[in-house]
């Protein structure tokens, strides 16, 4: 190709009148949306390429051949992972076997590490190139997970700089791509209509939302604590009102069960929206994870709350290298968002935090200048540059 040349997918990779075949595998709502971003662009590349494999509505909606549902392998601890292993361990054989015998040019694993790097790391040495979206938190715990990487993993995608500098340091082929939430957010949002559209109570002026995660675990772990807050909230700050996203209806039923012992609760619930229940709210309470970064990018003050099994993280806390949980804290020069982690997440502690930020208009206000530096350095056309590197790995494959 002459520099300067625009790529051109189809020609370089060779396909022909043949469809491009892609493996894909997400596991969890946050990767099947960051793969249907994903799939939509090389869509544009090829007029010809086909995706089986596991996938929420997202990636089906892009036209995933579906082989198995994906909340089959979305676990979260251990305690969840023995309950679950012989399912997973079949399916992990079975799509193994799927993908020997239809050979795709490529397996991309979106996410959930302990199922994805496995197959991989198989499938590679069947001579398929792979490619794994959204880095495995190698970098604060369990590192010597970098060796597995280095066997299962062609190439590795990743959402934050410091990720992508990490795999470089430990000779892993890596792209850093940016996050495909911040390329879609913009700096300013009208809060006003936002609550407007969600039907919120006009006559409230604080909103708080209320994210207690988007599997079912996490909403009996963290739904009655979440419930009991917001009830002690009410109580100390006036014109106070709540909005639940969730994910599923099966999360919003098992919430909304949890809320019967609170009728005067001015709780609103949704299904979906969580992107806007954040934008619309003044602070957000959130489970550790993917909200926790959606707020950061929203520019809402958060404070950030979990609760797991005590052997999973006692287990994360002796294998950890980092000392914040949410990624808004690892990506700033200096943690601002309050975290409390097991005992520390009480009702009180919560209060207290979330009290903060509605009390005090000059903490507010710090907190969303500070995020607005992520924005920025997340904003990078991800979608489009992760599909850019796929079709060089592509064409790097026929090269050879």
């Known amino acids: 190709m002459r520099s300067g ?37 090389l869509k544009k590349r090829f007029s010809k390429i086909e995706f089986s494999g596991i996938g929420g509505p997202c990636m ?25 292993l012989f399912t997973i361990i079949t399916i992990r054989r079975n799509l193994f076997r799927f993908f020997t015998r239809k ?37 604060a715990w369990r590192s010597y997970r970098i060796r597995k990487i280095r066997r299962a993993v062609s190439h590795m995608l990743t959402l934050f700089p410091f990720e992508a500098d990490f795999y470089r340091l430990h000779n892993v082929s890596v792209d850093f791509v940016g996050h495909p939430i911040a390329d879609e957010i913009g700096m300013a949002h009208d809060r006003f ?27 009996k772990r963290l739904g009655s604590l979440f419930i009991q807050t917001a009830h002690a909230l009410q109580q100390a700050v006036p014109n106070l009102q709540f909005v639940a996203p969730f994910a599923n209806p099966q999360t919003q039923q ?43 990018l929203l520019r809402v003050p958060m404070v950030v709350a979990y609760k ?23 990506l700033l020069p200096q943690p601002i968002v309050p975290e409390l982690i097991q005992a520390k997440a009480n009702v009180n502690n919560l209060v207290s ?31 489009e540059k992760a599909a850019d590197a796929v079709c060089a790995i592509l064409a790097t494959q026929v090269a050879r």
């Not at 060779?14 to 595998?25: F, T």
């Not at 609170?262 to 309470?285: E, M």
């Not at 797991?308 to 994360?316: E, K, N, P, R």
Request: net charge negative; proline share 6%.
């Open 5 to 41: 040349e625009p790529l051109n997918p189809a020609r370089e990779i060779g396909c022909g009148n043949k469809s491009l075949q892609i493996g894909i595998v997400a596991g969890e709502t946050s990767g099947d949306y960051l793969a249907a971003g994903l799939m939509r662009a």
């Open 60 to 84: 089906q909606a892009e036209g995933l051949h579906v082989l198995y549902p994906m909340e089959q392998i979305s676990i979260m601890g251990l305690d969840e992972l023995a309950r679950s």
């Open 103 to 139: 050979k795709p040019a490529l397996f991309i694993g979106v996410d959930v590490p302990d199922f994805n790097l496995g197959l991989e790391e198989k499938l590679k040495k069947q001579g398929i190139a792979t490619v794994h979206y959204v880095s495995p938190t190698v970098w």
């Open 193 to 219: 209509k936002l609550r407007n559209d969600l039907q919120l109570q006009p006559d409230k002026e604080r909103v708080v939302a209320i994210l207690p995660g988007s599997r079912m675990v996490e909403v």
């Open 254 to 296: 098992l919430f909304s069960t949890l809320l019967h012992p609170y009728p005067q609760l001015p709780f609103t619930l949704v299904q979906g929206k969580s992107r806007q229940a954040i934008a619309a709210s003044d602070v957000a309470l959130v489970a550790s994870g993917t909200a926790a970064l959606e707020a950061a």
């Open 308 to 330: 797991g099994s005590w052997v999973s993280y006692l287990l994360v806390r002796m294998l950890a290298h980092v000392d914040y949980f949410s990624m808004p804290n690892n």
């Open 353 to 383: 935090e979330i009290s903060r930020y509605l009390l005090n208009p000059d903490e507010h206000q710090m907190v969303r200048d500070a995020f607005s530096d992520i924005i920025t350095s997340l904003r990078c056309g991800a979608s």
